[in-house]
């Protein structure tokens, strides 16, 4: 089964990231995702970022992941 951990996992071995928290239900995943890698990139790209960061597990393992993703800059002016 499909833990919000072993997302976080894949995304931070995948990509440096400033903040990253994962949360679900084994179906429906949350993810918060703050990264240098997302300076200049429209929120699409970004999200691609993080697709091809989990590869093969988002064609196969994971159906639903929702993401938020922030420059470090961004993240600090939200907050």
């Given at each position: 089964?499909?833990?919000?951990e ?5 995304i ?10 994962v949360?679900?239900d084994g ?13 200049g990139?429209?929120?699409i ?6 697709y ?6 988002m ?7 929702s ?13």
């Amino acid at each position: 089964m499909v833990t919000p951990e072993s997302i976080q996992q894949g995304i931070a071995q995948g990509m440096a990231t400033e903040y990253l928290t994962v949360t679900g239900d084994g179906q429906h995943f949350d993810a918060v995702v703050v990264s240098d890698a997302f300076a200049g990139k429209s929120r699409i790209q970004r999200h691609q970022i993080v697709y091809q960061t989990l590869g093969e597990r988002m064609r196969g393992e994971i159906h639903a992941l929702s993401m938020k993703t922030y420059t470090p800059e961004e993240w600090e002016s939200s907050h």
